[in-house]
């Protein structure tokens, strides 16, 4: 046999009787893991007189201290309806009362001035009285005593439905318009702590709840003490 062929016929041998040596050879014993940072264990009688075991600080988690000063306390917030900030009003109220537990937030409408609301109930009656010249002016103008039908009315009823629907959407304009305020009033305890008349702006959720707090913490001054 040649050289090659002693090659290729040991080398299966070879490594089949290492295969049995490592089979039959115990494996070695693992190294016992110790628990990271564990103090070594002394014995209770092995402790000197001032021994004190080592703790864990860990951090308290400390309010924020507005908690309890909601209690007793009311805000109002008075908004214009017809302006469409009843969801604007709705989130300050979920947010005041979720920083202040126990603060009463009261929600109402801020009207607009009386000669704005007078006018406002004004325009449903003068678009009812357009509408009704409109389909029959000619039979109520001479009950009033006017023969001759004037020249804007009879323009109107040239185009009845395009001039009744003009007249109607003309009149909830202006009506919306009347009635609005544009207010974003907020009072605490009866004092007024911003608005959106004064401002021109809406209050920010943080600026907000910073002006209440301020408001319910300042120390009240009571008349005659020192």
């Known amino acids: 046999m040649d050289r090659a062929q002693l090659i290729l016929l040991g080398l299966p041998i070879f490594l089949f009787c290492s295969d049995l040596f490592n089979l039959f050879t115990p494996p070695p ?3 016992q893991q110790q628990r990271p940072h564990q103090p070594p264990h002394i014995p209770l009688q092995q402790r000197p007189a001032g021994y004190v075991p080592e703790t864990l600080n860990f ?7 507005l908690g309890s000063i909601g209690y007793g306390n009311t805000v109002e917030i008075n908004f214009c309806v017809s302006c469409s900030f009843k969801g604007t009003a709705v989130t300050m109220k979920k947010m005041l009362e979720t920083a202040f537990p126990g603060l009463d937030v009261v929600l109402a409408n801020y009207p ?3 000669p704005k ?27 009033i005593g006017i023969a001759q039908p004037p020249a804007w009315l ?10 009744m629907a003009s007249t109607w959407l003309l009149g ?7 009635q609005s305020s544009g207010a974003f009033e907020v009072y605490c305890n009866g004092e007024q702590v911003f608005s959106k008349l004064k401002e021109g702006r809406f209050p ?10 301020k408001t319910l913490t300042r120390p009240s001054i009571i008349a005659g003490s020192y």
Request: hydrophobic residues 40%; proline residues 12%; aromatic residues 4%.
């Open 117 to 143: 609301r007078l006018l406002a109930k004004v325009v449903p009656v003068a678009q009812m009285g357009v509408v009704g010249m409109i389909v029959a002016g000619d039979r109520i103008l001479p009950m």
């Open 172 to 178: 909830n304009f202006l009506q919306s318009y009347l």
């Open 29 to 31: 014993p693992k190294p």
């Open 154 to 163: 009879n323009s109107l009823r040239a185009n009845r439905f395009g001039s």
């Open 59 to 65: 951090p308290s988690q400390k309010p924020n201290g």
């Open 112 to 114: 607009p001035p009386a």
């Open 204 to 213: 920010g959720e943080i600026e907000l709840r910073d002006v209440i707090s």
